[in-house]
């Protein structure tokens, strides 16, 4: 074995079919609610189905589909915006009844 080689580290060519971690996850309404009232860059990358360095590449061009702020170095994207921009804004949070569904006496 040469020095530089170690014999219990796996390339990528001995897991074919393996992905990124943050590429398994499926984000639903009610877990991008329990984000909080905003979440980070990489965050809402992951939930827009983008690369971190796709997200930092279009904030940087202003071309972010979702508004956000920065807080020093680093940027907060708001999460009711990030839900609007995915069509799940109207979505009721787990425990609350549809307008439509509310009955009154």
Request: charged share 15%; net charge neutral; hydrophobic share 40%.
């Amino acid at each position: 074995m040469r020095p530089h080689e170690h014999k219990d580290s796996a390339s990528p060519e001995q897991f074919p079919n393996s992905t990124p971690a943050h590429s398994q996850i499926v984000w639903t309404a009610e877990s991008i609610r329990a984000l909080g009232a905003s979440t980070d860059l990489a965050t809402a990358a992951s939930v827009l189905g983008m690369s971190r360095s796709t997200a930092y590449k279009l904030i940087r061009r202003g071309a972010f589909p979702v508004p956000h702020f920065r807080i020093g170095a680093h940027y907060r994207i708001p999460t009711a915006p990030l839900l609007a921009a995915l069509h799940l804004l109207d979505t009721p949070a787990p425990g609350e009844a549809s307008a439509a569904t509310d009955t009154f006496p």
